[in-house]
């Protein structure tokens, strides 16, 4: 199971915090990602990070502003976002990636997903 907090709304230039919880069967073995959905659009890849931490894999349009990390202690993947811009104003997911070792962008190669938080930014 993964769930996800630390949505919310933010002003343009902002930040927050995501959070996903999971359960230790699931986690530490696995590569993690995080996707998004706007509305009217489809799914997108976000972030990824490996089992280890070692390696980890963005989206262009975030990279600079959004750090991925891991605890595998506390079965806790997070997303930092700052920077925050109107465009980020979607639904964020994250999921399990079937890949130990690499943070695939494909949502194909993720089999387990959280309920989603709701993140929107605001000009």
């Known amino acids: 199971q993964l769930v996800e907090s630390g949505g919310g709304l933010v002003q343009a230039g902002g930040s927050l915090r995501l959070s996903c919880a999971a359960s230790?069967?699931?986690?530490?073995?696995?590569?993690m990602g995080w996707f998004r959905q706007a509305p009217g659009k489809e799914r997108e890849f976000v972030a990824a990070?490996?089992?280890?931490?070692?390696?980890?894999n963005y989206v262009h349009s975030v990279k600079g502003r959004f750090t991925i990390s891991r605890d595998n202690a506390e079965n806790t993947v997070y997303l930092q976002m700052n920077s925050l811009k109107p465009e980020d104003t979607a639904v964020y997911y994250c999921?399990?990636?079937?890949?130990?070792?690499?943070?695939?962008?494909?949502?194909?190669?993720?089999?387990?997903w959280g309920q989603g938080t709701q993140v929107t930014v605001s000009s």
């Open positions: 990070i490996s089992s280890s931490g070692g390696i980890t």
């Open positions: 999921a399990r990636c079937i890949r130990r070792d690499w943070p695939s962008d494909r949502s194909t190669d993720y089999d387990y």
């Open positions: 230790g069967g699931i986690f530490r073995s696995y590569a």
